[in-house]
T-cell receptor, first 112, second 112 residues
């Protein structure tokens, strides 16, 4: 079992719709969770971090964490063509210092 | 505030050679982590440095090494290059261990 699992997609949504990206993790002791966006040929860009159960909203983005079920999700409201990218989920355990463990990423395509 | 910078951006080497990559973190950030990204393996953790000390190392052979200087700048070195070392090498900086990590643009290494 991979430590962090994501559906590779592609996930296709129409412009203006809500895109829902999901991630599950195997290590129950993981403490910090991050979503990165990566455009083709570019480096990952941090878009959300979440550290406790529940929802965290930032503009059009909402991260949701459920530690009991070991999943973290990212909702993108009013999706735009510019949101088309690969979304990477990453988890961290403080005992392991700064080591981020990444999922393989979900490709999102927003159709105008 | 300037972001993470990495040099060089592109590098072409032949098998058996060695290479040194450089990373300058965001001003005030003291922690630097390195990652390798390939299409087949995704993003994988190489090592982490804080206060000039390697705190954590990923599952890579000893040909991969690094160091951090007193000004928090970091270098990584790969000796005896193999074809499989062709990848995007990413540096990420953070205030300290456990904090959000911000990636540089990466160094694209091609080994012929």
């Amino acid at each position: 079992q991979k430590e962090v699992e994501q559906n590779s997609g592609p996930l296709s949504v129409p412009e203006g719709a809500i895109a829902s990206l999901n991630c599950t993790y195997s290590d129950r002791v993981s403490q910090s969770f991050f979503w990165y966006r990566q455009y083709s040929g570019k480096s990952p860009e941090l878009i959300m971090s979440i550290y406790s159960n529940g929802d965290k909203e930032d503009g059009r983005f909402t991260a949701q964490l459920n530690t009991a079920s070991q999943y973290v999700s990212l909702l993108i409201r009013d999706s735009q063509p510019s949101d088309s990218a690969t979304y990477l989920c990453a988890v961290m355990r403080s005992e392991y210092g700064n080591k981020l463990v990444f999922g393989a990423g979900t490709i999102l395509r927003v159709k105008s | 505030k300037a972001g993470v910078t990495q040099t060089p951006r592109y590098l072409i080497k032949t098998r058996g050679q060695q290479v040194t990559l450089s990373c300058s973190p965001i001003s005030g950030h003291r922690s630097v982590s390195w990652y390798q990204q390939t299409p087949g393996q995704g993003l994988q953790f190489l090592f982490e440095y804080f206060s000039e000390t390697q705190r954590n190392k990923g599952n890579f052979p000893g040909r991969f090494s690094g160091r951090q200087f007193s000004n928090s700048r970091s270098e990584m070195n790969v000796s005896t290059l193999e074809l499989g070392d062709s990848a995007l090498y990413l540096c990420a900086s953070s205030l300290g261990p456990g904090n959000e990590q911000f990636f540089g643009p990466g160094t694209r290494l091609t080994v012929l």
